[in-house]
């Protein structure tokens, strides 16, 4: 029987991003965010992307490293 994991919401994600980001210096890999929301790698690809569209984190596709959270008074309207 599989058992469901509750995603974290994109604020949740551009939280841990910021955090580790703060406390590392550098923007962190999608592994380590699931790490610190605790969900496992595939969760987090899902809950990354789901920030990403929702507007609370940015990231340059193709190159590691480049997420980034977006303040709440930068963000896109769409």
Do not use: W
Not at 19 to 41: Q, S
Not at 67 to 75: I, N
């Amino acid at each position: 029987m599989r058992t469901t994991t509750k995603m974290p919401t994109p604020r949740a994600v551009a939280q841990a991003v910021k955090r580790l980001t703060a406390a590392r210096g550098y923007a962190p890999a999608i592994v380590e965010v699931g790490v610190a929301l605790k969900i496992d790698k595939s969760a987090a690809h899902r809950a990354v992307a789901a920030a990403e569209a929702a507007g609370t984190i940015e990231r340059r596709r193709g190159l590691p490293r480049t997420m980034r959270a977006v303040e709440p008074a930068t963000q896109k309207t769409t």
